[in-house]
């Protein structure tokens, strides 16, 4: 059905502006070509762009929007993009030069992948703030921190049975790409051409790129820059809706390590989203307090401009979704203030260690924001919480997270105190801290268990996060069963049988 | 741009009534002041509230609604309430004689918090039926129990590492507070007052609550009564729909304790409301079964005032949630008739322990519900389920059930004779019942394994909850390991090695 | 209020045609004959029933819509029926006799169970295509199975507590209902007739079924077929819109052990259905995609009869499940090709064991399909992927996933090796493979955490399910502990103390 023929009479048809788009906005001559064989080749693709804002808006239009109301932040677009939509041409057409992905594509040059770079054309803003975060670096911030390569290689790498023990082989980068930067983005690089059959066009010619598929958050792309806007704005529809909405923050915030939305829809807020969100309006900008919403969502927290029914400024746009963070909840290995930079590989605890903390809980001071830093960013995220709840309500909630924090702290230290007691007893080998059963216990205690309930505490419900799933139940049956473990193995070494 | 001489501007403006209403219905002068100010201040509580039904009827007109389709149940209501909306002054106003928490704001004497017999003025039967409940008495149900908190504590306490051995800590407040009683409710209490800086007052002088915020279904309120209606009816919408969706419940009834909305979810009932329920009527008072809703959520089996097409009841609507439920599912350690009463403090098992059942399985009869009243509960349930099944279906259904807690109760019994061995051999010491690894382990046999079989049966779907997911799988699995791990100490001890 | 007087009543009116359907079609005599008691007695399952296709249009009208719209398969339907709507005699009064079940109820012979083979009067080719599959077979595969009832004793056999060690019973045929079989399907059996006593008409006769109610996809019905349509297309809507939602999947398909739900929510297409869905048609016949979904569902992908805009076939529908897939991701005890049959008993592996590979990863070749099948498979797989993909990009993604398999079958020989080791040294006892505690740690590496690895993989997302949520995380853990605890077991047995 889908044949070469039809291609070759579509290429011999004068192209018709508007015949692809929604009728409404004029579109490129090139975007039309490429509309030409897409519709009939990838449908899925066309229909998501046309149902999409870019596909019925020029930028010219987009730039006269008030200020509050524009969802473009560059002040000036250039001049051959803002009469037409924003099609396949724009985005995959721009900067090639830069691209190492950009290839000949039935006479255009094309890049596959569509950067950050690119998009910000018209996101300058967005760009800019999002460049420079853990979430751009995120690919660096793991593969370029020694202890943490030493945790994934003793998860990912191979383990072979030989002589009654195991041979640990590293992470393949198979692995890697599926797990751990399935999150924080691979790296995409150009390996060459190869050659592809394809339904339309028989065999052609395009770059072969590793690391590919993959729409983490720090991927560093074939133009040098780090990111995917599609890992929240999928995939052709570039949706707020669906940015707005807490499945995309789902993708890499949940349990058991990152709990963040399990928490979210067990709780109060997310009680009200999940019962009420039919009748929100997730597409409005600016995004009214009580008016498109009545309970926070992610983004309502995190990054989205948002204003009261008066069109009075709650909270500003930020693409840095660390911006209305003051502390890192994520404990590594316990929670402590957000570093300074969105590079972490640079920070150095007090023993040397590439770990915002040390084993007995001192933060890595120098790295990490100063109290008048931590306040600056509290202000930004109550009034958030002002929208809706007195000010005693909020700071009874914060205060209350706040001793959580330290409570748990307190249990990941005496965890701590166990393995350092196993590591000085020899029970356990300190060489390579993650590489035992027992070890991954100890490491159960902060990255699954204080997690779920520091998040439980800080998204004010879910109370079960706390209690039994994940929470201080673990943590305590946890704890008492690494004591366990190490005092059999003890006595069973003590008792003189060498295995 | 929230400043203070906006509020002095406003407080010189004459007001308007229905200026800030939903502007159908008249609202009382009191009330139009609390908008004045908080439209600025609390946006999303005034626009949360516009949404509600409170703020478009007021009383007079709800009580001349048919019965079945009434949503207040007092029959008289004070004159004063009778012809202005249910707005901000008219709930937070109220009894402030009674409430430890009311405070001069602004000229009005005000409660921080409105409880139950607060809303009791309209309200009278819901409330009266909730405050003698296993709901209502939640918080002493569990603080007034020195066995349940012998458990809290081996969770919470905090564990510090000394001697190469633990030292533990009773639960504190604080944990407390974010665990267990997120669900069972905190005990607000005025510790006198305290100064607030707030954006549109400056310093204000309000209540210091204690165990705040807290929206506990068994908080005890500083007026004395109990409960919190914002449980379920949250927050200023106080909105019917949330209350009958089943996320409301999820809060607190979920895996790995009480799986009640995981196995829901994944049952066929649950297919069906996820597939359907934005078709669906939500509001409708009464609640038509297969004209307003074609399956079952919590609400309708627990609470709801059901009809068929014809306005013939077929359930009523009830407050006490445990009114259609015979057998407590909910192991402790084993099922039993539901008890007698709401507070469940009194009950003593034939061993003298505060538990419904012995260790052995032998019900406290004489404070559990007996054979005649449990077939009256079964009988209102099963009215319920012929709404769309035919007798056998749920007769066969229910014997199904009686059948698995049965079986399950028999796992359970075996994991607490293996439990007693372990006590009897000084394996374990039976001290504290709970803060030991291995009794731990005993625990997780009957309260989460077993929970989540029985409840699978009694939701009839979800199989993977009654067979790999907490269920039998775990059930199993669990009981061979405690073996395993009593019989590696016991060899340990044995060995002669000491620790 | 619900009394026999107004049976009698409604017995003594004229049956007007059209009272109790939907006022536009036709409907039975008898059908009306039904609808007049059971409107009173189930309205659920009424109301159900007219907001269905079912009751509003008849058969002659359905077979009248243009191929690749029409919703039956059959090429000719019993003139009897097609003048009518389907309502409850035309469904519940066919094949009388060749049904067990069926019993004599108010005049009428009608059955208990409508079965495949009654559906297949108007949707012939949906179960022509379902009845030779796995699922329909389901029952037999699992029963008939001598391991993998080893496996379903050992988890669900009662456990007796007896001179200190565990006497171990088989499973019981109401554990086996609720857990495997609420998936699998049972045998359905008419065991005599019983009384049942109910509202409407007091005491009446009807068919003793055992195994009921179950809606498992591999039922045994009491006329000999195979299967429950309303598995999926529940219960008196019949609705194609459930079917196609993924919630109807989740019932069976969740983790731990097949974790296609849990995976699919948090990928990226999990993530814009979740976002999206209120706006997509999930009751177009055919599907067009691009146009009434933008992201797969479960049945996009396995089932479903797509088209593109342009109204050219993607992948023609189809009730046999496994028609788009290659491979069997399922670990038995390692990933293989699909099984020639869905009858999987007649497979042996190499090593004579009921299993399509050996425990070192050898497939039973001879059982399962070849490289030309497979191909043929994927291609139909690919098709669908096409519509919204590049050629490279599922490339790309099947080839990761081959990897991925690749690897964790890696591990989980290592596992398997490292239980042989245990088996061949006597720390453990090789007679049956799944009754101690580290051959369930065993079983955990392939049934529950490489499933989720590679079902991820599949889904390209939901990179926690891979990493630490039943990851590789586990899958590395789970391998230390085993060692961990056959070495303790070891040395406590060479230390000479007996058990």
């Avoid at 509050?68 to 677009?77: G, Q």
């Avoid at 992905?101 to 967005?126: K, R």
């Avoid at 690391?211 to 820059?225: A, K, L, Q, T, Y």
């Avoid at 903390?357 to 830093?373: S, V």
Wanted: contains cysteine.
């Amino acid at each position: 059905m889908r044949t070469r023929c039809m291609l070759l009479i579509l290429l011999l048809l004068p192209v018709p502006t508007l015949a692809q788009g929604t009728g409404k906005a004029p579109v490129s001559l090139q975007t039309e070509e490429c509309l030409d064989c897409h519709v009939i080749s990838t449908p899925g693709i066309v229909k998501d762009w046309q149902s999409s804002r870019h596909s019925r808006m020029v930028p010219a239009q987009a730039l006269k929007k008030e200020k509050l109301a524009r969802r473009i932040s560059s002040e000036s677009i250039p001049e051959a993009l803002t009469g037409v939509v924003v099609g396949c041409y724009e985005c995959h057409g721009q900067n090639t030069d830069s691209h190492a992905d950009s290839f000949e594509h039935n006479g255009y040059t094309i890049n596959v992948i569509v950067s950050p770079v690119d998009c910000s054309t018209c996101h300058a803003v967005e760009a800019r703030e999002y460049s420079g975060t853990k979430k751009a670096l995120a690919h660096g911030n793991l593969v370029g921190n020694s202890l943490y390569m030493t945790l994934a290689d003793s998860i990912l790498g191979h383990k072979a049975w030989i002589d009654e023990g195991f041979s640990v082989a590293v992470a393949s980068s198979n692995s890697l790409h599926e797990t751990c930067l399935g999150c924080h983005g691979t790296r995409v690089e150009v390996r060459g051409m190869k050659t592809m059959d394809t339904d339309l066009l028989g065999e052609i010619q395009i770059p072969d790129l590793s690391g590919w598929p993959n729409m983490g958050v720090g991927r560093i792309n074939p133009d040098g820059s780090l990111g995917s806007c599609a890992a929240c704005h999928p995939r052709h529809s570039f949706s707020i809706e669906i940015a707005r909405k807490p499945y995309t923050c789902a993708q890499c915030h949940l349990e058991p390590d990152v709990p963040a939305w399990n928490v979210y829809k067990e709780s109060k807020h997310g009680n009200i989203y999940l019962s009420m969100k039919e009748k929100w309006d997730f597409d409005h900008v600016p995004w009214v307090a009580g008016q498109d919403f009545t309970a926070p969502t992610c983004s309502v927290c995190h990054n989205s401009l948002l204003t009261n029914p008066d069109s009075e400024v709650i909270a500003e746009r930020t693409h840095d979704f660390s911006s209305r963070l003051w502390v890192r909840l994520f404990s590594l290995i316990y929670s402590h203030p957000q570093p300074v930079k969105g590079d972490v590989t640079i920070i150095r605890n007090d023993d040397g260690l590439p770990l915002p903390t040390t084993f007995t809980g001192e933060p890595a001071t120098g790295y990490l924001i100063d109290e008048a830093g931590q306040e600056s960013r509290r202000q930004k995220m109550t009034a958030v919480c002002s929208g809706c709840h007195s000010t005693d309500w909020y700071m009874g909630h914060f205060a209350k997270m706040d001793r959580t924090v330290q409570e748990v702290d307190g249990m990941i230290h005496t965890a701590t105190q166990v393995m350092q007691s196993a590591w000085e007893s020899k029970t356990a080998d300190d060489s390579n801290p993650f590489d035992e059963a027992i070890e991954k216990r100890w490491a159960l205690q902060w990255l699954f268990f204080a997690n779920s309930i520091k998040y439980s505490s800080a998204m004010t419900g879910a109370p079960d996060y706390a209690a039994f799933k994940n929470g201080w139940w673990e943590l305590s049956r946890n704890l008492e069963e690494m004591k366990e473990l190490i005092d059999l193995k003890t006595r069973s070494q003590e008792s003189g049988v060498s295995k």
